[in-house]
């Protein structure tokens, strides 16, 4: 069953750190520089900075995409 979006994996052309918001940008469709301007500020935002934390978990959890995956990154 395709939905249309990729599977959700790390992106390895779209990385700052380690391409959580360039796999998740991907997954949506979504401008990863917005995506993670709008991540920073609600992290900022937020009780105790959670953010941080999130974003560990994300790393390890989400796996990295493959080379030669099928689910390249849309232009």
Do not use: C, K, Q
């Amino acid at each position: 069953m395709d939905f249309g979006n990729p599977p959700l994996r790390r992106s390895r052309d779209r990385r700052m750190i380690a391409g959580v918001m360039g796999g998740l940008a991907e997954h949506f469709g979504l401008d990863v520089t917005l995506l993670r301007v709008i991540y920073v500020v609600v992290s900022i935002l937020s009780a105790a900075f959670p953010g941080a934390i999130v974003y560990l978990l994300l790393w390890i959890l989400i796996p990295v995409r493959r080379p030669g995956d099928a689910s390249a990154a849309r232009a």
